[in-house]
């Protein structure tokens, strides 16, 4: 019953979000039922665990969630955005576009840049491609998020955290059983690519087209007016606060709102004379960082919610119990992981749950330390995406499209097709890597 309680909890935030209340107060409902059902003490767990989750998400994402959303906004005003998205659209043809900011997103989060920033830098080019191309907007964080969050986490040498966790655990590399990680990548990415062309077919079937707001139109018509009059700036020009937000983060091990502001400052100086309503440009900016963060704070909390209750234990220990049954080590590990990262919305936290309990006793049964790495990270990437992770609702604030406008999009290609590849990885990773 505990175990239902949780999963019941996480269908209202769903359900809610679906009918569009407020992202806050359906993930406040979620807790109250989840917590009134699990026989915790209701105010003390809303304002105790689930307040602290809220906290800290605020806590460490705050700033990092306002400088994107200014870098965001100066690309958009600058026209750099704009820029980058002609010369996309001139060289590649807008079918190849769209798949292009895929395939780009992956690229900055290959070279270090955050999920986060890397979303805040695509969105106004992303925005300006789907202009051109007069695609629904409800497509954008499908377009977004299949780039940073899905097939490239699979590859070898990818910087992520969850990349690097099993280094701890297994005594592996980064560049563990590299061949598997790079097919499961691959599949990842032609499926999503498959999907998100059908999607856009099928929009234009229905003769769906692009809508802004007034805000959004406004600033799309004054990048429109630079363009017609040739003062949008030069394209290599335009992704160099970009680069220099890499090289900042990576090259001098700086914190990311060190990297962000240094993004900022040389956008301001190569672009300064496009720049307009400065005081206007940095209000709108923090009014939609906030927003963003209170969203993806309210849904972080019931995660701190989720692991005090009685029921998480019960599914630990029942995946845990799992892992003992007899069944190939690999596929139950694989399994498991995912099963914990849904759990936890995280796939770090899932991730590192499932290694410190399983990664010694598996190795002990035979299964080789690269490939339990690689099925561990492939693992990581599938249930971490549900209604509740703060990744998801973040990228849907940054683009501002509801739960209901964009989510069972983002639902098919970073839960459904990440489980897919993980099946994949699980077979290769068993031809290639028999038990010893």
Aim: hydrophobic content about 55%; glycine content about 10%.
């Amino acid at each position: 019953m505990d175990m239902i309680v949780i999963l019941l909890g996480l269908v209202i935030l769903l359900v809610l979000t679906l009918k569009k209340v407020p992202v806050v107060f359906a993930a406040l409902v979620s807790v109250v039922f989840i917590a009134a059902f699990s026989n915790v003490p209701v105010v003390a767990t809303v304002t105790g665990d689930y307040m602290a989750g809220f906290a800290n998400f605020i806590k460490s994402s705050w700033l990092m969630l306002m400088l994107g959303a200014v870098l965001s906004k100066l690309m958009d005003v600058t026209g750099a955005a704009r820029a980058i998205a002609t010369f996309i659209i001139n060289k590649l043809g807008v079918k190849r576009a769209i798949p292009a900011i895929v395939i780009a997103g992956g690229l900055l989060t290959y070279g270090g840049v955050s999920a986060m920033v890397a979303c805040f830098a695509l969105y106004p080019i992303t925005l300006a491609i789907f202009r051109k191309a007069d695609l629904p907007r409800y497509l954008i964080p499908e377009d977004i998020g299949s780039g940073i969050f899905t097939w490239v986490t699979m590859l070898p040498g990818n910087p992520s955290v969850s990349n690097v966790i099993p280094n701890t655990y297994l005594g592996t590399t980064p560049m563990a059983a590299p061949v598997v990680g790079i097919v499961s990548g691959g599949v990842t990415l032609v499926l999503i690519l498959l999907y998100l062309n059908y999607e856009v077919q099928k929009a234009k079937r229905k003769g769906i087209s692009f809508e802004a707001d007034e805000e959004t139109n406004r600033v799309l018509a004054k990048a429109d007016e630079m363009e017609s009059k040739g003062s949008l700036p030069h394209p290599l020009a335009a992704v160099l606060p970009i680069i220099c937000i890499a090289i900042v983060l990576n090259a001098f091990n700086m914190d990311i709102s060190v990297a962000l502001l240094a993004g900022i400052l040389l956008c301001a100086v190569l672009f300064y004379k496009n720049i307009t309503g400065v005081s206007q440009m940095v209000s709108d900016s923090i009014s939609s960082a906030a927003v963003t963060a209170i969203n993806a704070s309210a849904i972080v909390g019931i995660g701190g919610v989720i692991k005090v209750v009685p029921g998480f234990q019960k599914i630990v220990d029942f995946v845990l119990d799992f892992s003992q049954s007899g069944g190939n080590p690999l596929i139950i590990f694989g399994i498991a992981t995912t099963l914990l990262c849904g759990l936890n919305a995280s796939g770090m936290g899932g991730l590192s749950t499932t290694l410190s309990v399983l990664a010694e006793p598996f190795m002990a049964m035979g299964v080789n330390p690269e490939i339990m790495h690689r099925i561990g990270v492939i693992a990581s990437v599938g249930l971490d995406s549900l209604p509740h992770s703060g990744g998801i609702v973040a990228v849907l604030a940054i683009s501002g499209i509801s739960y209901k406008e964009g989510y069972k999009y983002m639902f098919m290609t970073t839960v459904v097709i990440t489980l897919i590849a993980l099946v994949v990885a699980l077979a290769l990773g068993n031809i290639m890597y028999p038990l010893a």
